[in-house]
C-alpha cells in the first residue's frame, strides 16, 4: 500500500490501543447502574424474608390471645355454673352441671397445652428473626462498602476516560490526515472495531489467514503498511523473534 515509518505504524497501533481501552472503560461505566441496582435487590429480596418472619410471629401472637380469650370466657362460664350448683334443684340438674363444668375445664386445660406450644414456637420465630436481622445489618455493612467501591471506580473511571481522551487527541495529532481516514474507514468496516493489526510469521493477526509472501516481503522491511487482502485490515510487520528484551 505505501511507504511508513515504523514510528507512524507504533503511532497507529498506539491510538488503535486507547480507542479498545476507552470503549472498554465506556462499556464498565455503562453497568455502574446495573450493578447498583442489583445491590439494592439483594438488600430488598432479604428485607422482604424479615417481613415474613415478623407477620408469622404477628400471626401466632394473635393466635395465643385469642386462646387466652377463650381460656378467660371458659373461666367465667366455670364461675357462674358453678355458683348455681347451690340453687339446683334436681339431682339430673345437678350432674348435667357438673359434666358441664368438667367439659369446659377439660377444655381449658386443652387450650392450656396449645398456648405453651405456641409459646414455644413464638420464641423460636423471635430467635430466627434476631438471627436474620442480625444478617440484615451485615449485608447491609458489606453493601455499603460494595457501593463505595463502585462509586471510587466509577470516580477512576472517568478520570482515565479525560486521560485517553487528551491522549488520542496528542497521538492522532501525530498522525497525518489520510492515514487516519483511511485507518477508520477500516475500522468501520470490522465488527470488532480493529483497523490496524499485526502480522507474525506471515499471518494476519486478525484474521488468521497466510498472507501472500510478496506482501510477506514488503512488510517485513518495517517500514511498509499494507491490506490483509482477506479481511481489509491495514497490516504491519511484526517481528518476534528479536528477543532482545
Ligand atoms: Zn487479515
Known sequence: MSDI??????????????????????????NVDQRLDKLD???????????????????????????????????????????????????????????????????NSNLEDDMIEFLDRIEEAENALKTKMTEYSELQTQMDREKEIIQKETEEGKRQLDNLDAEWKTVSAAIDAELLETYSKVKSTQSNAVGITAVIDAVCQGCYMNIPPQTYNELQRGDHLAKCPICQRLIYWKDTHKRSE
Not at 11 to 28: F, G, P, R, S
Not at 80 to 95: D, F, G, I
Open 5 to 30: 515509518t515504523k514510528e507512524r505504524i507504533a503511532a497507529l497501533v498506539n491510538l488503535q490501543q486507547i480507542e479498545i481501552d476507552t470503549h472498554n472503560l465506556k462499556t464498565k461505566l455503562s
Open 41 to 107: 435487590n439483594r438488600l430488598l429480596d432479604f428485607k422482604q424474608v424479615i417481613e415474613e418472619q415478623q407477620s408469622v410471629i404477628n400471626e401466632l401472637n394473635q393466635k395465643y390471645r385469642e386462646y387466652e380469650a377463650d381460656v378467660r370466657l371458659n373461666l367465667d362460664s366455670i364461675k357462674k355454673s358453678e355458683a348455681k350448683l347451690s340453687s339446683v334443684k334436681t339431682n339430673k340438674e345437678y350432674q348435667s352441671s357438673l359434666k358441664e363444668i368438667d367439659n369446659l375445664k377439660a377444655k
